[in-house]
């Protein structure tokens, strides 16, 4: 391929298995994966790794220009419950990445951008089930604001000066490799690490939460895909929409019930709850799927099966 990728963020949640996708298609030697510490051995052996701050756009600049790279994904971020915690770093963080790779991709030095969204965008406005591509968006986490704020700026960008860049707003996505950080849907992670460390999981949410969630292959999948199809086919240019399956906390442990008969849940929500209260309970992904194939393989069965034995090879 022409050109270099560089991924920002790399040791996260999902940059993590990310890198390691892109470099399965692209090659080792052409996906560069940064971040602003060292993560996975798996990640840190097979190709390239930059020590990189996602707000430090000379050193971004250089690291872009060393490797000649044409292709940047941004997965640095801080997640919703921790940008509640620190909100001016949080934005900081989540803006200043996002306007120095959107600048650079202005000046031809890039051709592409993936930049990741979220459901994090609604708000307590905006209609709960089915929430449509385009509907109210008044979100009320610090999280939520630079998402949307995020949104507009590459939409301008892309309308204004032909910034190619695709998003995605990623339900909760649910992995075993890297562990997420600091997110509202991180309970249904814990969930399973505790149901096959302890038999029992006291979730921060209430029993009746639904969120939409993903599982990370699916994940995985929708931001190569986006990435892969042809210009005229993204059609969205703030983000997608994007689903694979809904449920609440006490579906889900009825569903890992199947696997522990005696796993027991309770309950102990926090400030995380106010957070998930205010986000959709399913959302409608019509316009990925037509625009551009978006199609999900993992639902619930399929997902609990696959981290009950992910996670239990890796508490081996
Ligand atoms: C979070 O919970 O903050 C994230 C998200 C839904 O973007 N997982």
Not at 185 to 199: G, P, R, V
Not at 242 to 263: D, Y
Not at 285 to 300: M, V, Y
Request: hydrophobic share 40%; net charge negative.
């Amino acid at each position: 391929m022409a050109g270099r990728i560089l991924i920002i963020g790399a040791c996260g949640q999902i940059g993590t298995e990310l890198t390691l996708k892109l470099r399965d298609i692209h090659g080792n030697d052409h996906v560069i994966a940064s971040d602003i510490r060292e993560g996975a051995e798996e990640l840190m052996q097979s190709g390239p790794f930059e020590i990189l701050n996602a707000t430090d756009e000379v050193h971004i600049r250089k690291v872009i220009a060393d490797y000649e790279v044409k292709e940047v994904y941004l997965m640095a971020a801080m997640l919703s419950a921790t940008a509640e915690k620190a909100p001016m770093k949080a934005w900081d963080l989540n803006m200043d990445s996002l306007f120095h790779i959107l600048n650079i991709a202005k000046e031809g030095i890039i051709k592409k951008v993936f930049w990741p969204s979220s459901i994090a965008v609604f708000g307590p406005t905006t209609p709960k089930d089915d929430t449509p591509q385009t509907t109210v968006m008044e979100p009320t986490t610090v999280y939520g604001i630079s998402k949307q704020t995020g949104e507009r700026w590459c939409e301008y960008y892309h309308r204004k000066f032909g910034v190619d860049v695709r998003s995605i707003r990623y339900p909760g996505i649910i992995s075993y490799k890297t562990l997420p950080g600091g997110g509202t849907t991180d309970y249904a992670i814990e969930i399973f690490h505790e149901a096959l460390k302890n038999s029992s999981y006291i979730s921060f949410l209430a029993e009746d939460a639904a969120l939409p969630m993903m599982y990370m292959d699916d994940a995985i999948k929708a931001t190569v895909d986006i990435m892969q199809a042809p210009a005229e086919k993204i059609k969205v240019r703030s983000s997608y929409n994007l689903a694979a399956m809904s449920f609440t906390p006490e579906v889900l442990a009825g569903e890992i019930r199947k696997h522990i008969e005696n796993f027991e849940i309770s309950y102990a929500p926090d400030f995380r709850q106010s957070i998930a209260e205010s986000w959709p309970s399913s959302i409608d992904d019509s316009e990925a799927r037509k625009d551009w194939g978006w199609e999900h393989d993992f639902d619930l069965e399929k997902l609990t099966r696959t981290m009950l034995k992910g996670v239990g090879e890796s508490l081996k």
